[in-house]
């Protein structure tokens, strides 16, 4: 049988310091033995690190203000507290920090957790869009179709909507800018009494001279 000199050489390849012969392979380093409350509180402590600190993540106190459900609130001993909570089967949550001593509750800290990420999610889905609809004009727009557009922005406002008016300059009609300045301004007066606008002077960007219109709110 042919022997197989480039993998013969490479299992005996010198290394070190001059030295030669074959290099075992290196075995597993042991993994860590832990307690699994602690290790289940860690994982726990790492998903809400910028929250709270939670249990053994407690550190640097001696004593707490304790509340929650079924506890006498007072002033107790970290191990106390600890002791506590680990009596319910329930997690010490410090949640005022600052305070003199610390004030720590007793809770279920990822039911919490869960409650406030469904409040949050919920908040979001019912919180108002803000909806903005355009309104363009040109320099030299005639007063038929600046009524017909100042109709529809007077709408938009009263819906709740925002309403964004810019006058697009096409080529060289940027060089009269002044026309565009006149025409917002008689466009922010005409709406007075349904929106007001979030800048003024009108900003221009590129070829746009913009000025957007938040709604009034209406009087209870």
Do not use: W
Request: charged share 30%.
């Amino acid at each position: 049988m042919r022997t197989n000199y480039k993998y013969f050489l490479m299992a005996f390849t010198p290394h070190g310091n001059g030295g030669g012969g074959y290099r075992p392979k290196p075995s597993p380093a042991p993994r860590p033995q832990g307690n699994k409350d602690q290790q289940r509180n860690a994982g726990r402590n790492d998903s809400n690190k910028d929250q709270h600190r939670i249990n053994e993540f407690i550190r640097g106190v001696k004593e707490v203000r304790l509340v929650g459900d079924n506890v006498e609130m007072g002033i107790y001993s970290i191990q106390d507290a600890m002791r506590i909570a680990e009596e319910q089967e329930l997690d010490l949550v410090e949640i005022s920090p600052t305070a003199v001593p610390p004030v720590c509750k007793v809770m279920d800290y990822q039911k919490f957790c869960y409650q406030q990420k469904k409040k949050a999610k919920e908040a979001k889905a019912n919180a108002a869009k803000v909806v903005v609809k355009e309104i363009r004009f040109g320099p030299q727009t005639d007063d038929h179709d600046y009524e017909f557009k100042l109709r529809h922005a007077k709408e938009f406002l009263q819906e709740g909507s925002k309403v964004k008016s810019y006058v697009f300059f096409k080529g060289r009609s940027i060089l009269f800018k002044e026309q565009g300045e006149v025409l917002l301004a008689r466009f922010t007066q005409d709406l007075a009494e349904f929106g007001k606008p979030d800048n003024y002077p009108p900003v221009l960007e590129g070829k746009r001279m913009i000025l957007i219109f938040s709604p009034k709110a209406k009087a209870k």
